[in-house]
Nanobody
């Protein structure tokens, strides 16, 4: 059973940057898709980005500002967030997807989730 622990959230002013990390344990994640989602109060969980066997994919709302990466030696997933906006405020979750697959943006295709880390962007 894989366990995911996010870190790196916090309070930042608009235009600032944060880097989120997601440490995986219980499974070597190098061949699995991994992704980031976020959920703002009163809204559904939405896709942010994923990295998988075929490449990196981003939601239109974050493309060009956010960058997803992974360090397989550390079994860790990252999300570098630049030029943050107040509308980026949400709880950010990492998740694991299929092995050697491209899960797309539907959260139902991801099977394990972290507990989330809060990101708050002030205007």
């Amino acid at each position: 059973q894989v366990q995911l622990v996010e870190s790196g959230g916090g309070l930042v002013q608009a235009g600032g940057s944060l880097r989120l990390s997601c440490l995986a344990s219980g499974r070597t994640m190098s061949t699995y898709a991994m992704g980031w989602f976020r959920q703002a109060p009163g809204k559904e969980r939405e896709f942010v980005a994923d990295i998988n066997w075929f490449g990196e994919y981003y939601a239109d709302s974050v493309r060009g500002r956010f960058s997803i990466s992974r360090d397989n030696a550390k079994n860790t997933l990252y999300l570098q967030m630049n030029s943050l906006k107040p509308e980026d405020t949400a709880v950010y979750y990492c998740a694991t997807g299929p092995r050697f697959g491209s899960p797309g943006s539907d959260p139902r295709t991801f099977d394990s989730w972290g507990q989330g880390t809060q990101v708050t962007v002030s205007s």
